[in-house]
């Protein structure tokens, strides 16, 4: 049994910053690359960040420089976390975590969390 859940999204004017959280419950968690992505209004899910078992990051074009993606492994669980800074408008979307592609194929880690809200706005 695996389990998505979100948290610590909310409106944050222009150039703030917000900490998103992702509880990933399910073994399979831990020894996959864990990712957020995004889905804005009118627009697909695309990939934010992702992290190797061992920390390495990787980001989207639009993150780097400006996010950060973290994780903390259990034997049955991840925490994974995402440090927005200097926010824009154009971040607004949801924002969901999972396993990378390849994990999501692998696993057929198919269904996915609530997401939560991030809103970018004066």
């Known amino acids: 049994q695996v389990q998505l859940v979100e948290s610590g999204g909310g409106l944050v004017q222009p150039g703030g910053s917000l900490r998103l959280s992702c509880a990933a419950s399910?073994?399979?968690?831990?020894?996959?690359?864990m990712a957020w992505y995004r889905q804005a209004p009118g627009k697909g899910r695309e990939l934010v960040a992702s992290?190797?078992?061992?920390?390495?990051?990787?980001?989207a074009e639009f993150a780097r420089g400006r996010f950060i993606i973290s994780r903390d492994n259990s034997e049955n669980s991840v925490n994974l976390q995402l440090q927005m800074n200097r926010l824009k408008p154009d971040d607004t979307a949801v924002y969901y975590c999972?396993?990378?592609?390849?994990?999501?194929?692998?696993?057929?880690?198919?269904?996915w969390g609530k997401g939560t809200l991030v809103t970018v706005s004066s």
């Open positions: 999972n396993a990378d592609g390849t994990g999501r194929l692998l696993y057929g880690l198919d269904d």
């Open positions: 992290v190797t078992t061992d920390g390495h990051p990787n980001y």
């Open positions: 399910g073994r399979v968690f831990s020894t996959v690359p």
